[in-house]
C-alpha cells in the first residue's frame, strides 16, 4: 500500500507560481510511475502531467505545457509539480496518483492504484 498526500494547494492570482507536492509513505516510489491530475467544478478529472520511475520522462496535457513541470525526489519519496504562469482555467483539485503495473508513462485515471486526498488550486483574474 502507499499513502500519499498533497500540499501547497491555495489562492494565487492569474501569472502567479505554486508548487504542489506529494508524499508518499507505505513504500518506495522509485518504482511507481507517477501522475498528477485536476478536477474542476462539473468537469471530468483529467491528466496534467506524468513521470516515469526515473525522472527522465515526463509528459504533460497540451494545456499546460511550457507552464507546468513536473519532477521527482525518489530519495524523499516525493512528487513536485511546479506551476508557473497560472491562469483561472487552471482551477481545480490537484490529485497525485501512483501506480506500479506500468512502466511507461500512463494517462488514464483507472490505470493508477493509489490517491492522494486532493489539494485545491484556485486561481484567481
Known amino acids: 500500500q502507499v499513502q500519499l498526500v498533497e500540499s501547497g494547494g491555495g489562492l494565487v492570482q492569474a501569472g502567479g507560481s505554486l508548487r504542489l507536492s506529494c508524499s508518499a509513505s507505505g513504500r518506495t516510489i522509485g518504482s511507481y510511475v507517477m501522475g498528477w491530475f485536476r478536477q474542476a467544478p462539473g468537469k471530468e478529472r483529467e491528466s496534467v502531467a506524468t513521470?516515469?520511475?526515473?525522472?527522465?520522462?515526463?509528459y504533460y496535457t497540451d494545456s499546460v505545457k511550457g507552464r507546468f513541470t513536473i519532477s521527482r525526489d525518489n530519495a524523499k519519496n516525493t512528487v513536485y509539480l511546479q506551476m508557473n504562469s497560472l491562469k483561472p482555467e487552471d482551477t481545480a483539485v490537484y490529485y497525485c496518483?501512483?501506480?506500479?503495473?506500468?512502466?511507461?508513462?500512463?494517462?488514464?485515471?483507472?490505470?493508477?492504484?493509489?490517491w492522494g486526498q486532493g489539494t485545491q488550486v484556485t486561481v484567481s483574474s
Open positions: 496518483a501512483a501506480t506500479s503495473r506500468y512502466s511507461g508513462l500512463v494517462h488514464s485515471d483507472y490505470l493508477y492504484d493509489y
Open positions: 513521470i516515469g520511475w526515473s525522472g527522465g520522462n515526463t
